[in-house]
């Protein structure tokens, strides 16, 4: 018989065998190809350093400053109404609960299993005269199991932490939810606005046109005009009703969609009054430019967190190579004869503890294969996050000079108008003096209604301009949101293999920010998380 010192040896030799064996499972050549874009090394570009750089982020409430409180009313409506926001909030709370979930898996786990049945003995040949057969009993069971994973690798710390960022991304999707759907809520009373704009336009150039109708006809019955001329005057006229029956289609279809947008029915927007929109100024922008934009751009924030939690995900597939050990224990009770609660009384009771070891050793490529694909997933959410720098310093530049040509085409839009209008009146009076024809009339109203369109869609152009310039600085926020730190974008920063500096460095994460994002509120920002956990290759 083998002595306990030999067993020992051997036990300890196998172990050392295993664990050699596991080794063999290498990280070794799979690795993050992608680096994140620094926004402050991009040329902002000569429109932007050009343009007025003193001024404050966006207010939160931005689109007040259009002076407007049936619009005030309307985007209230929609951030409290919107099915797609609410959706969009409902996955903050999905993903927070999933995180929960995530990390449960870090806590001792509990289960109890009891079993109560009577049981009627068979009467047969099998059981014989044996003092069980043909006789009722209690078969009842009773056991409380508990196990605790040793997390010493990190990989449930950073499947939660993992699970965390995601929801903190999903905050930030949802804020910019709610900065879509304000900007969609302008931009469709602006789209309102101009067509009622238009719509005067069109009613006005409808009277002037049928003056000169009637004036043609009068010529003609004094016989200083022709038959063309009084047909010509004529023509125009079904064009002109057909253009203002258009617009009118327009501004109805444009209150359904505003009702729409505030999760209502079309019947809601019947109420709709004429919008009464102004704006002294654009917005300018602010002088932290372009790299304060990755706390005020919700899709920017959002990305970050998406980095974050891939960065996570490589440190997980890491430790899925390295030895799971977990602590098991269980108590029971079992009898299968006897009163009702025999099975609680110590001669029934039994137990077991101890330790369970699982390890990879031949798994065929799928280690490495996850590790691969955590690696490729976060090079795509880090390049998707520089698109997302670049797009973002893009738009801030296509409006600000969109804004500024407006400027200046607004003032060119005037001086049209004024001109075409002096043409007008002095064809009209000529035609109605006999000194011109028909045609210079026509020509000359003409000018003057596509002039009185440009000033229209101009303005209409310069209110929504701002709208776009305040949704690609990101809205508006009381304060710039949250992101992950710089190294918690990176896999196998803070943590080690679970140490107790990884452990202090979570404990004391936790307390400072890891409080679920604000799904009800008008605008979830996500806290800071806790930087990630590192397996070592």
């Known amino acids: 018989m083998q002595s306990p010192v030999a067993t020992r040896i051997a036990a300890a030799a196998a172990l050392t065998i295993l664990l050699t064996i596991a080794g063999c499972a290498s990280t070794g050549g799979i690795a993050q190809q992608a680096s994140r874009t620094d926004p402050a090394s991009l040329d902002a570009g000569s429109a932007i350093r050009a343009a007025d750089a003193d001024a404050q982020w966006p207010a939160a409430d931005w689109w007040r400053v259009y002076g407007d409180p049936q619009l005030d009313a309307w985007i209230e409506a929609a951030q409290a109404n919107n099915p797609s926001l609410a959706a969009a909030q409902a996955r903050v709370r999905e993903a927070m609960s999933m995180a929960g979930v995530a990390r449960s898996a870090q806590a001792p786990q509990v289960n109890g299993d009891l079993s109560i049945k009577r049981q009627k003995w068979a009467d047969n040949l099998y059981y014989g005269p044996g003092p069980l057969a043909g006789e009722q009993s209690w078969n009842n069971t009773g056991t409380l199991a508990l196990s605790y994973h040793l997390d010493l690798w990190g990989k449930d710390r950073n499947a939660a932490e993992r699970a965390l960022d995601a929801a903190h991304a999903r905050a930030a999707d949802a804020r910019a939810a709610q900065l879509e759907l304000q900007a969609n809520v302008v931009r469709t009373y602006i789209g309102m606005s101009l067509d009622y704009a238009l719509l005067d336009i069109a009613r006005a150039t409808l009277q002037q046109q049928q003056q000169i109708a009637d004036l043609a006809n009068r010529r003609l019955k004094g016989g200083i005009g022709t038959q063309l001329e009084a047909s010509q005057a004529q023509t125009p006229l079904p064009e002109y009703e057909r253009q203002i029956d258009a617009l009118e289609e327009r501004i109805a279809l444009g209150r359904n969609q505003l009702a729409a947008l505030a999760g209502k029915g079309p019947g809601a927007g019947d109420s709709i009054q004429r919008p009464k929109l102004s704006l002294a100024a654009p917005a300018g922008l602010p002088s ?144 109605r003096r006999g000194l011109t024809d028909y045609l210079n009339v026509l020509t000359a109203q003409n000018q003057l209604l596509r002039a009185q369109e440009g000033v229209a869609k101009v303005h209409a152009e310069r209110l929504g301009a701002h709208a776009s310039l305040v949704t690609a600085l990101g809205g508006g926020l009381d304060e710039p949101a949250n992101g992950p730190a710089a190294n918690e974008t990176l896999p196998g920063h803070g943590k080690g293999k679970g140490g107790a500096e990884g452990s202090v460095s979570n404990s004391a994460a936790a307390s400072n920010g890891t409080a679920a994002p604000e799904a009800a509120g008008p605008a979830p920002r996500p806290a800071t998380s806790p930087a990630p956990h590192a397996a070592a290759d």
């Not at 077991?352 to 976060?378: H, K, N, Q, T, V």
């Open 288 to 431: 932290a430019l372009p790299a304060e934009l990755i706390g005020h751009r919700p899709d920017i924030v959002a990305a970050r967190w998406t980095v974050a939690a891939q960065a996570r995900g490589i440190d997980v597939a890491k430790a899925g190579f390295y030895p799971d050990i977990d602590l098991l224990a269980s108590i029971g009770g079992y009898a299968a004869m006897g009163p009702l609660f025999q099975f609680l009384k110590n001669p029934s009771h039994s137990w077991s503890a101890g330790p369970a070891l699982s390890l990879p050793i031949f798994d065929g490529g799928r280690l490495r294969s996850e590790l691969g694909a955590a690696s490729a997933g976060y090079d795509e959410a880090v390049e998707n996050y520089n698109q997302s720098i670049v797009g973002a310093l893009k738009d801030v530049s296509d409006q600000v000079i969109r804004i500024r040509s407006l400027t200046t085409q607004a003032q060119d839009a005037e001086r049209s108008v004024a001109a075409a209008r002096k043409n007008y009146e002095l064809a009209r009076e000529g035609y």
